[in-house]
T-cell receptor, first 113, second 109 residues
């Protein structure tokens, strides 16, 4: 039973570029949440997807968008990258109604130069 | 607003007991989760309290008092591998997890 997987593990981009991060949830989970974690900080909620729709959104600009596919996998897209977008991006999966227990992937470390 | 407060760093000795406190101020509170994160790793779920009282899972226990807007994580028989950051995270009425800044636990031999 595979856990949550994310790709790529590391990524280097320059300001103004666009990036797409990918996540496959744990088997049996239908809800995917995305978080941004800066060094030394707790994860910040970006948004959550359920049934292929954005169900909840945190305090992030529209440059951050996402998608969920019928197989529950998800993508996070960030446009017009800024230096401040450099962070660890975490994907977490859960089952609907069980969001208090989230299973995290290893994360994608994004560096914007 | 919503905010969670927990100490930034706690130091303890191997084999000892340590308590990490968390206070929260929010409306629409549903429960409190605890996560462990080793350096360079992903957070892993430890426990969840929706009701007042103590939840025990092996060496780890978590406590919640809704009337005091307070909870804690208790780690017993500390091992060197317990050195990590510990996060309290509130589950709100929208089933969002709102995270504290984390407590770095340093364990000395």
């Amino acid at each position: 039973d595979a856990g949550v997987t994310q790709s790529p593990t590391h990524l280097i981009k320059t300001r103004g570029q666009q990036v797409t991060l990918r996540c496959s949830p744990k088997s049996g989970h239908d809800t995917v949440s995305w978080y941004q974690q800066a060094l030394g900080q707790g994860p910040q909620f970006i948004f959550q997807y359920y049934e292929e729709e954005e169900r909840q959104r945190g305090n992030f600009p529209d440059r951050f968008s996402g998608h969920q596919f019928p197989n529950y996998s998800s993508e996070l897209n960030v446009n017009a990258l800024l230096l401040g977008d450099s962070a660890l991006y975490l994907c977490a999966s859960s089952s609907s109604g069980g969001e208090e227990t989230q299973y995290f992937g290893p994360g994608t470390r994004l560096l914007v130069l | 607003g919503q905010s969670l407060e927990q100490p930034s760093e706690v130091t303890a000795v191997e084999g000892a007991i340590v308590q990490i406190n968390c206070t929260y101020q929010t409306s629409g509170f549903y429960g409190l989760s605890w996560y462990q994160q080793h350096d360079g790793g992903a957070p892993t779920f430890l426990s969840y309290n929706a009701l007042d009282g103590l939840e025990e899972t092996g060496r780890f226990s978590s406590f919640l008092s809704r009337s005091d807007s307070y909870g804690y994580l208790l780690l017993q028989e500390l091992q060197m591998k317990d050195s990590a950051s510990y996060f309290c995270a509130e589950v709100d009425s929208n089933y969002q997890l709102i995270w504290g800044a984390g407590t770095k636990l340093i364990i000395k031999p």
